[in-house]
């Protein structure tokens, strides 16, 4: 069992920055896919960036990509999501997961491991 806590969440305005959090499994960093989910309310869950390796590899969803960037600090065994230019569209529960596949993880949305979520809400 992998267990995954996101933390981070808050209310800021629209251009403001946030940083997000989830504390991983000290095996979870290095063995597994990682990535960063949304969902708005009424909306369907929405890929937002995805890491392996370390930041070997990252992926980014073409609307966030140049305002959000995938971390991880292996130290603290921490997985980030550092968020700037934030827009009111940006509002929604972020979901930390994890899982062997990247298939699963980032192509059907299935990963094994699911944070609680943190709510982001950007007022304009």
Known sequence: QVQLVESGG?????GGSLRLSC???RDTYSRYY?????QAPGKERERVAAIYNGGGSTY????????FTISTAHAKNTL???????????????YCAADLSFSRLWVS????????GTQVTVSS
């Open 23 to 25: 504390a991983v499994p």
């Open 60 to 67: 980014y969803t073409a609307s966030v990509k140049g305002r």
């Open 10 to 14: 808050d209310s800021v305005q629209a």
């Open 80 to 94: 980030y999501l550092q968020m700037n230019s934030l827009k009111p569209e940006d509002t929604a529960m972020y």
């Open 109 to 116: 949305q299935s990963a094994a491991y699911w944070g609680q």
């Open 34 to 38: 990682m990535a960063w989910f949304r």
